[in-house]
């Protein structure tokens, strides 16, 4: 899931939210911190490089590379995706996300929204997906983190690719539980997107 801007809101993405300028927004942390690149890379397990090319809006991060990122800077994905305060650790808190609602960022192989992205410091990441890839060729890379990952999907047909197992299918229903320490990628088969619900582990 290779992040930019979402240019286009996708139906059941809140229009009134603001697009974020990811490359701007991880300058910014990086710049507020005092480090360079190659020391922005030794906290964040990421190549100087790729962040040098993030920063420039050059290279869009995966789900991953924004979790380390994230790990990186003692964030989470959502208070790295969010330029605005947003409501932490509560005795009883709780978040809704209506339908129509949340937080948007498109890939190149996917249109992602955030789901309760009112809340940081969650212990897991709720992310609703429209799978756009149709080939494992569109992904730069293969996406690996330490997290634990639970896909559900919701519509149409995803098919999960491991570089230990063979593909995976997966139809409207079937669900997946898997260790992303891993690397996996996902596509759509069939005439549309498939549309699934992520839950990552912080």
């Known amino acids: ?9 996708e139906p059941g993405v809140e229009t009134a939210v603001p697009d974020l300028d990811i490359g701007a927004r991880l300058a910014q942390l990086r710049q507020q911190q005092g480090w360079t ?6 906290r964040t397990g990421v190549s100087a490089s790729a ?22 800077y003692e964030l989470d994905v959502v208070a790295l995706l969010n330029d605005r305060e947003a409501s932490r650790s509560l005795p009883g808190r709780r978040s809704v ?7 948007p960022y498109q890939s190149n192989s996917c249109a992602n929204t955030m789901l309760c992205a009112d809340l940081l410091d969650k212990r897991m990441t709720p992310i609703r997906t429209r799978v756009t890839a149709r080939s494992p060729e569109e992904y730069r890379s293969w996406p690996v983190s330490d997290a634990e990952i639970f896909v559900t999907v919701v519509k149409g047909t995803m098919v999960v690719h491991s570089q230990i197992y063979e593909p995976l299918i997966l139809n409207a229903g ?6 992303a ?4 990628i996902w596509t759509s088969e069939g005439p549309e997107d498939a549309e699934v619900i992520w839950v990552i582990s912080s």
């Open 1 to 9: 899931m290779n992040v930019r801007p979402a240019k286009v809101m």
């Open 37 to 42: 690149l190659q020391q922005a890379s030794k």
């Open 51 to 72: 962040l040098s090319k993030i920063e420039r809006n050059e290279l869009s991060p995966t789900i991953s590379t924004l979790q380390r990122v994230a790990r990186g």
């Open 97 to 103: 996300t209506r339908t129509n609602e949340g937080r």
């Open 174 to 179: 079937d669900s997946l539980y898997y260790d």
């Open 181 to 184: 320490g891993t690397p996996h």
